[in-house]
């Protein structure tokens, strides 16, 4: 079965349709969470069956829905920061997203980014052009899993494009059949550490709330004594990656897992894909079978610049529950 699926007519009224009704009743993210799981099931037939597929793990590790209109006079300009108004109003990209999300698990949000938001912006900022954080842009975001250093990191990231006027591709890689059974079994050694980026360790540094003192303190025991990890889980056979080049580090470099790791780094780099994410179209990632980043570009700020939306969503949520320490149920 293709991973490409363009919505029909029919299928884009029944969405519309949809995301009329939850925006008619959702007065907060609390809202939308919930309403866009009532909303769920009801989602064209086509597009719940190719959603199985990639959850059977019967395509390759992403997905593109394309055929969703977007207005790009209606959206307004791209946002100059990721910071949020409190009062700002849930939009009809915004329920788009968290309807897809629902269908495919339960969509949260880390209270380290964003303020906690479900459905996140990812625009470029002038303060972190050169970072490896999603509102970098002049140097390019080497490719990665999301939230490696995480044991709550998503199953599935899902990202909507608002606007992409240059056309700046995102990049996409997986496993390669090149690295073979005995050499996946290395990789299953726990000689490696993925450190949080900057973006989660001090987004909560000066926060005065119960909530955000207990996640910054868990975020900097990441920082300061990150657990030893593999590059691989699951089965030899078929195995889930998990890999962050730009913040992991190495326990020993003499261990036999270290050429492996550093071939295996090698061979993304070199047959990662580029994919352009254009207006309207949305790529779901499996989190744990692909790794994502995205190419340097040149932003102009002035308001018409590349802008995605994203959203985390996880198969699991009950083992977050200890993590779940906000009012918000699905902010961990």
Known sequence: MKNIYTLTCSDA????????????????????????????PKLPLPIREIFTSLLREDITPWLQLSGFAISDSA??????????????QITREEVYLAIVASALGVPYAFSTQQSGRLVQNIVPMKSAEFSQLGAGSREALVWHTEDA????????????????????????????GTILPEERELLFRKNFQFIPDPDHAEHLKNTTTKVGQ???????????????????????????????????KIVAETDPSVPVYNRLVKEIDDTQKDFVIGSGDMLIIDNHRAVHGRRAFTPNYDGSDRWLKKINVTQNFKKMRESALHEQSFII
């Open 13 to 40: 009224e029944e969405i519309e349709d949809l995301i009329q009704s939850v925006l008619t009743s959702a007065q907060s993210e609390a809202d939308l969470h919930k309403l866009a799981a009532y909303s769920a």
């Open 75 to 88: 959206i307004g300009p791209t946002p100059s920061t990721t910071k949020r108004n409190p009062g700002d």
């Open 149 to 176: 250093f995480s044991s709550n990191r998503p199953d599935y990231i899902i990202l909507l494009g608002m606007r992409n006027p240059q056309k700046t591709p995102t990049t996409l890689g997986e496993l390669p």
């Open 214 to 248: 207990t996640a910054y303190a868990r975020m900097k025991e990441l920082v300061n004594n990150p657990p030893f990890e593999s590059i691989l889980f699951g089965s030899i056979e078929t195995p889930y990656l998990r890999l962050d080049p730009a913040f992991t």
